[in-house]
């Protein structure tokens, strides 16, 4: 039954809860206070008998356990000797066609008297607190600034996107229980699962939405392990509304903990809790997982991330710049898309230190920034080759200009040139031919499949070519 009150009514209970709160406030501590006690609302008041709405049993029987003198005292205070307290909780949070579900509870434990005055604050702080485990407070771990709207959309990531936002949109009510979104390092699980949590949250506020990292999940445990305290945490988990576990193949091979999480998971799915979870492989690639557990992925839906196409890296450019209120011109975003690849979080990086070094030595973003910028990082990580050096070292060594390479001239002195620099671009780089072409002027990619082709068949008929190219490589060794 859900409880509506007039509105004077409510006014008169409101006032009575407050009242309440200003006593516990005084004798509980502040973190216990707004874990336990913010999230209550004063349902109705009958007479003597004050009724509160808490998010769920586990609240309840919290609350029953660790604060019943203080709120003794509090009902004391605001109605007298003679008042008494009532639970209603909240068991459904219902959905767009249903009302919430709530149940009644009389207090189990309250004393009808007061304690004397001098209530240690120490004896009513959370058992968990005690324990010590930072994650088992209210706190949901969310990032607020992961949202759907700068979650760009692509071909890339369109399904994943589309089933986190049903699932956002109606929890533990869709048939995607649970939702696996798996894909590279980099390319925004975290982002999207953090997005849906973020959602579910502000839309829900009595819905308590968990985001942890399956590193964090299986230090806690080890810690509760430790401590005597598997209950504490068990029970924590399994009153989560919305379980997001972040890179869940950290669990391969530690036992125990998947264990644990196993019957975690079991419980949350049977009371139509939300499970999320990221891998950086698809379900069937992780290894070292209990096939028990296993197949309990399987059960929902699967969806992966892609690496984002052109024009999505463009538009991903565009909202982070948006972001960061910098303004750079198109045919450096484009310069930029073209020329990393290779996941967003290296993109989003370019980005950065691009804005540092423009502020540092207050210059514009130009396309000479860029390249500069973009040569730097990759050569500090020892990573590819890029298409500049790879223009650079043809053009020495056939003593042409890069603008040769990059322009439209037709002959054969620059024509081979052009070709060879393009095959090694192709080996040496992971960039489209599409990519490829941009950066020589704008070439169509069908143009970057033949020049591959010629330089491939020259290498096989040709010792000079081939010479070449075995040189050419050798510099980027
Ligand atoms: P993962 O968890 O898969 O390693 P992250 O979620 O941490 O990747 O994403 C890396 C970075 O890229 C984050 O800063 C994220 O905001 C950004 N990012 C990834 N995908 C997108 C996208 N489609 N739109 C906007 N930003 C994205
Ligand atoms: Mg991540």
Redesign the pocket.
């Known amino acids: 039954m859900n409880v509506t009150p007039q509105p004077n009514i409510q006014r008169e209970v409101t006032t009575v809860w407050n009242r309440c709160l200003s006593v516990i406030r005084d004798i509980v501590p502040e973190d216990s206070f707004n874990i336990w006690f913010e999230p209550i609302r004063p349902a109705r008041l009958n007479g003597k008998v004050l009724t509160i709405q808490v998010p769920s049993e586990f609240f309840y029987e919290h609350i029953e356990e660790n604060f019943v003198h203080a709120l003794r005292k509090a009902l004391d205070v605001a109605i007298g000797r003679d008042g008494q307290l009532e639970y209603s909780i909240i068991v459904d949070n219902g959905d767009s066609q249903n009302k919430p579900l709530t149940v009644k509870m009389p207090t189990t434990k309250t004393p009808q008297t007061a304690r004397p005055d001098n209530v240690t604050p120490n004896l009513l702080r959370s058992p968990f607190e005690l324990k010590d485990l930072d994650s088992l407070t209210l706190d949901s771990y969310l990032n607020p600034s ?1 949202t759907f709207d ?5 071909d ?2 369109r399904l994943a ?1 589309q089933a986190g936002y049903a699932v956002a949109e109606r929890p533990g009510i869709t048939s995607f229980n649970p939702l696996m979104i798996h ?10 699962v ?1 997005a849906i949590g973020n959602y579910i949250k502000n839309n829900n506020q009595n819905k308590f939405v968990l985001y942890v990292t399956s590193e964090k999940f299986t230090n806690q445990f080890l810690n509760a392990v430790r401590s005597d305290g598997i209950r504490d945490f068990t029970s924590f988990y399994m009153q989560v509304d919305v379980l997001v576990i ?2 869940v193949q950290f669990l391969q091979k530690k036992e125990k903990t998947q264990e644990i999480f196993f019957h975690i998971f079991n419980h949350l799915h049977q009371s139509g809790k939300q499970i999320i979870m ?1 891998s ?1 492989r698809a379900p069937r690639a992780l290894d070292g997982l209990e096939d028990r557990l296993l197949s309990r992925f399987k059960w929902g839906l699967s969806a992966d ?1 892609q690496t ?1 196409d052109l024009e ?1 890296r463009i ?2 450019i565009q ?2 710049l948006q972001a960061e209120g910098v303004f750079i011109e198109n045919n450096v975003i484009e310069y930029l898309a073209h020329s990393v690849n290779t ?3 290296e ?2 990086g370019v980005i950065i230190s691009l804005m540092a070094q423009a502020s540092l030595n207050r210059r514009e973003i130009d396309l000479d920034l860029a390249k500069t910028t973009l040569r730097s990082i990759v050569v500090d990580s020892e990573r590819e080759v890029t298409i500049d050096s790879i223009q650079e070292a043809v053009a020495s060594y056939f003593n042409v200009t890069i603008a040769d390479l990059k322009s439209k001239g037709r002959r054969r002195e620059v024509v081979h040139p052009r070709q060879v620099a393009m095959y090694l671009a192709k080996e040496k780089t992971d960039l489209s031919l599409k990519s490829i072409g941009y950066h020589f002027g704008g070439r169509d990619h069908t143009t970057v499949i033949h020049a591959v082709q010629t330089v491939s068949d020259l290498v096989g008929k040709h010792p000079e070519t081939r010479d070449t190219v075995a040189k050419l490589r050798a510099q980027f060794k």
């Open positions: 992961y700068n979650y760009i959309e692509g890339c990531n996107r894909g590279g390092v980099g390319l925004g699980k975290t982002h999207l953090q972040d890179d990221t950086d991330l984002p999505t538009a991903i909202k982070k996941n967003v979080r993109l989003e």
